[in-house]
């Protein structure tokens, strides 16, 4: 499949598909480079987003695969650095941010890795991040759930979303068919009480007491907090941001004022609202579903919203999406 360039943002793209920055759609324009780092520029994006998923994925519990996916960046950064040592390199501007894309990815691993290590060290259960609940005919809708889990007695885990009492941790998880998920009588490491986020489910109609089969990821006490930081703020004031290649190599960091400005004239988006760092445009508001979070705003939703209005930056929400919050 051919890649383009996203008129609105200046991201790279498949062919025919929604810009996964800006939302974007229409034609694209198809550069030409004189030299090799457009190239360079494709080769290092594939491998960042190998090493994303890695991070992302069940995959990131083993330090084997951390360590890889640090021998794959460490190798991209040096290709990287190679190729900008030559005059007239083109693609400059986006080696560059690429190379920060890196180190933030880097500094992610290392703390995934001494997470792994300690949790060897102190529980023994470091694979064991994965569990099964079996759960009332529930709907988590647009609301971005957090699942409390209560410890009745030995073997017996209670989980509770929004102070009601949904189901259970299941125990019917048949020995060696994961090695990732966990038995309620397994966690004897949690503590009274601790937290978990639903990842998806699937229904069970032959139990009518608690049709759902809900599988969610244990989360420790940093991630909890994350959660439970965006869960205090209603949606219509959250909203994704789409990075793009305006980006302006500075790390956006909590607490930091963005402004929001509405580009009525843009021709591939009419509620296309920019977003700036200083003076930097750094990105949009995501307009769609594939770069918005299910728990956000997307632009469309902000017709309301002033010409010119700020937020406030958050977090990067599972290492995946910039998330902000609209101030008044």
Not at 80 to 106: A, G
Request: charged share 30%; hydrophobic share 30%.
């Amino acid at each position: 499949m051919n890649m383009g360039i996203c008129p609105n943002c200046g991201s790279w793209i498949d062919e025919g598909d929604i810009c996964g920055c800006c939302g974007g759609s229409g034609g694209y324009d198809y550069g030409q480079n004189d030299d090799d780092s457009f190239h360079v520029r494709n080769e290092s994006d594939q491998k960042i987003n190998r090493v994303r998923y890695i991070i992302n994925s069940e995959m990131s519990y083993d330090n084997a695969n951390l360590h890889q996916a640090m021998v794959i960046l460490n190798q991209t950064n040096d290709e990287i650095d190679n190729c900008l040592r030559k005059s007239n390199v083109s693609e400059e501007f986006s080696l560059k941010r690429l190379k920060i894309e890196i180190d933030d990815l880097k500094e992610k691993i290392r703390i995934k890795i001494d997470r792994n290590d300690k949790s060897k060290r102190n529980k023994g259960h470091a694979r064991k991040k994965f569990i099964k609940i079996r759960a009332s005919n529930i709907e988590f809708g647009d609301h971005l759930p957090i699942f409390k889990l209560v410890r009745r007695d030995e073997g017996h885990i209670a989980v509770y979303l929004d102070n009601n009492e949904i189901g259970f941790v299941s125990n019917d998880l048949k020995p060696g068919k994961s090695s990732l998920e966990s038995n309620a009588s397994e966690l004897t490491y949690l503590p009274e009480i601790s937290y978990a986020q639903p990842l998806f489910y699937k229904n069970c109609p032959d139990n009518h007491d608690f049709p759902r089969l809900v599988s969610a990821e244990l989360l420790d006490d940093s991630q909890a907090k994350e959660l439970f930081e965006l869960h205090s703020y209603p949606k219509e004031k959250l909203i994704t941001i789409a990075e793009t290649e305006f980006f302006n190599h500075r790390r956006l960091r909590k607490g930091m004022k963005l402004k929001l400005v509405k580009e009525p004239d843009n021709i591939h988006d009419k509620d296309a609202i920019a977003v700036y760092l200083d003076n930097s445009k750094i990105g949009y508001v995501a307009n769609s579903q594939k770069t918005s979070c299910s728990f956000t705003s997307m632009a469309s939703d902000l017709k309301d919203i002033p010409q010119v209005s700020y937020a406030k930056y958050l977090q990067f929400y599972n290492g995946t999406r910039h998330i902000a919050v609209r101030r008044k």
